[in-house]
């Protein structure tokens, strides 16, 4: 039994991979887990039956066996901690690892979504100065990188991101990855098909 991701039917960011089901899905392309994927529209998710699953009746949830988690960080997290291939096996590496994954979540995108411009700049730079011209931000290629670029993301397409290049060059490295390409494909496929 493969774990089971809720997506959009009919994506409305029209298969961009921007909605938050796509971090799990890429999560799980990483790490090469099979999963299946539970098509809802806006009016399957106020439902009972999903609310059952996801309280706030949002996208994503995560089945698994008798496990269901709502929350993209918490199932990256528990992705990252069930498969190899996310976390460093070292403990204190891991560790920083998980500390990038919340400073995505609780620093960088709360700045995207109250949209306070200056104070976003202000953060921008100073993770453009941890990044400085390294790949990733702490060694290799983690659950942290994931999640970082996913919230960077939503800025395509605005000027923010123009004065830091940096930034700009680390969303594309990955987004060159094989296993984004792979779930962003299916967010196409799937608005594709609606």
């Given at each position: ?5 809720s ?18 899905r ?27 699953l996801?309280?706030?009746g ?10 269901v ?36 979540l ?29 790949e ?14 996913s ?9 923010v ?34």
């Amino acid at each position: 039994m493969y774990p089971i991701v809720s997506v959009f039917k009919n994506p409305p960011d029209g298969g961009r991979g921007y909605h938050r089901d796509m971090r799990v899905r890429w999560a799980l392309e990483e790490v090469h887990q099979p999963y299946r994927l539970r098509l809802l529209s806006f009016s399957d998710m106020r439902r009972p039956q999903y609310r059952q699953l996801h309280p706030f009746g949002q996208m994503p949830t995560y089945e698994d066996g008798d496990l269901v988690l709502f929350e993209s960080g918490a199932i990256v997290h528990h992705i990252a901690y069930t498969y190899p291939g996310l976390l460093p096996p070292d403990a204190h590496d891991r560790s920083r690892a998980v500390m990038w994954m919340f400073a995505a979540l609780n620093t960088i995108e709360p700045c995207i979504s109250s949209g306070s411009a200056g104070y976003l700049l202000q953060r921008l730079h100073e993770l453009e100065r941890v990044l400085g011209h390294d790949e990733w931000l702490d060694g290799g290629f983690s659950a942290g990188d994931l999640l970082m670029v996913s919230v960077l993301r939503l800025l395509r397409g605005s000027d923010v991101l123009g004065d830091t290049p940096n930034l700009e060059a680390y969303i594309a490295r990955a987004e060159a990855r094989p296993a984004f390409q792979r779930a962003l494909k299916m967010s196409s496929e799937l608005a594709r098909s609606a």
